[in-house]
């Protein structure tokens, strides 16, 4: 069975840096275009950013680009934000999910992330 846990949330003031990790298990990490959502309180969850496989294309929303960096690292069953000039508009719960690897797409469930002086 699919399993994501995100980690590496938590709060920081604006202009700061926090980066999200997602550790899979249970399936073919390899085989799975990974993706980090998020979701504010009292609002739809959006796409922030996708890496694809095999060739780790990256795209990002747009009020994220160039603060934010997705990544991956397929030797340890890992995705990755780095998330840079955090602003408090980014302030939301963070959600990876995983799709494309023969099953249904998997969600973790969620790391909060607070912008806050």
């Known amino acids: 069975q699919a399993l994501l846990v995100e980690s590496g949330g938590g709060l920081v003031q604006p202009g700061g840096s926090l980066t999200l990790s997602c550790a899979a298990s249970g399936f073919t990490f390899s085989r799975a275009a990974m993706s980090w959502y998020r979701q504010a309180p009292g609002k739809e969850r959006e796409l922030v950013a996708t890496i694809s496989v095999p060739s780790s294309f990256t795209n990002y929303a747009d009020d994220v680009k160039g603060r934010f960096t997705i990544s991956r690292d397929n030797s340890k069953n890992q995705a990755y934000l780095q998330m840079n000039n955090l602003k408090p508009e980014d302030t939301a719960t963070y959600y990876c999910?995983?799709?494309?690897?023969?099953?249904?797409?998997?969600w973790g469930q969620g790391t909060q992330v607070t912008v806050s002086s």
């Open positions: 999910k995983a799709v494309g690897f023969g099953e249904s797409p998997a």
